[in-house]
C-alpha cells in the first residue's frame, strides 16, 4: 500500500489536566468540540495530514494525560517529538504556574531544539480570566516559544480561525 504522505511529523500536547488539550485536538482533527469533561488516561493520538508548500504532511498528535500519576508514561513520548505544545488554562492560574515544571521537563527528556509553543487555551472565557495575555507572551518569550492564545469552544486560532494571530494548529 502506497504512503499517502510525505512527511510524518510527531507532535506532543502537554499541560495540567483539564485545561482543554482533548477538545484542541479533536477540534483540529475533527472540527468537533464537546464541553463535557472527560480525562485522558495515559496517552491517546489523532492524524491529520496537511498540504504545507505542496507537501504532505501527515501530523501524528499525542494528547496526554495531565495527572501526575500518568506523567512517567508521558515523559517516554517526549524523545520521539518533533514538536511540543503546551497548554495552560486562561482562568487557571496554577495551570499557568505548572508550565514552568512542564517546560523543565520537556528540557529534560525531548530532542535538543525541540520545536515548542506556549497555548493559552479557553479564550472564549475573557470574562473569568487568571493569567493575563501579557503574561502567556512573556513566559514563552522567556524560553524562545511562539505563543498563541485559543478557544476550541468558538474555533479561535484553530485552523485558520477567527481570532487574531496565526493558529499555532
Known amino acids: 500500500m502506497a504512503k499517502q504522505y510525505d512527511v ?5 500536547i502537554l499541560g495540567d489536566s483539564g485545561v482543554g488539550k482533548t477538545c484542541l485536538l479533536c477540534k483540529f482533527t475533527d ?14 493520538f489523532k492524524m ?35 514538536g511540543i505544545i503546551l497548554v495552560y488554562d486562561i482562568t487557571s492560574s496554577s495551570s499557568f504556574q505548572h508550565i514552568l515544571k512542564w517546560a523543565s521537563d520537556v528540557d529534560e527528556f ?39 492564545e485559543t478557544s476550541a469552544c468558538t474555533n479561535c486560532n484553530i485552523n485558520e480561525g477567527n481570532c487574531s494571530g496565526s493558529p499555532p494548529f
Do not use: C
Open 110 to 148: 525531548a530532542p535538543d531544539k525541540v520545536q515548542r509553543i506556549l497555548v493559552g487555551n479557553k479564550a472564549d472565557e475573557e470574562q473569568m480570566r487568571k493569567v493575563p495575555k501579557e503574561q502567556g507572551s512573556k513566559l514563552a518569550k522567556t524560553y524562545g516559544m511562539e505563543f498563541f
Open 8 to 12: 510524518l511529523v510527531r507532535l506532543l
Open 48 to 82: 491529520r495530514t496537511l498540504q504545507v508548500d505542496g507537501i504532505k504532511v501527515r501530523l501524528q498528535i499525542w494528547d496526554t494525560a495531565g495527572q501526575e500519576r500518568y506523567q512517567t508514561i508521558t515523559k517516554q513520548y517526549y524523545r520521539r517529538s518533533q
Open 31 to 44: 472540527n468537533e468540540f464537546n464541553s463535557s469533561h472527560i480525562s485522558t488516561i495515559g496517552v491517546d
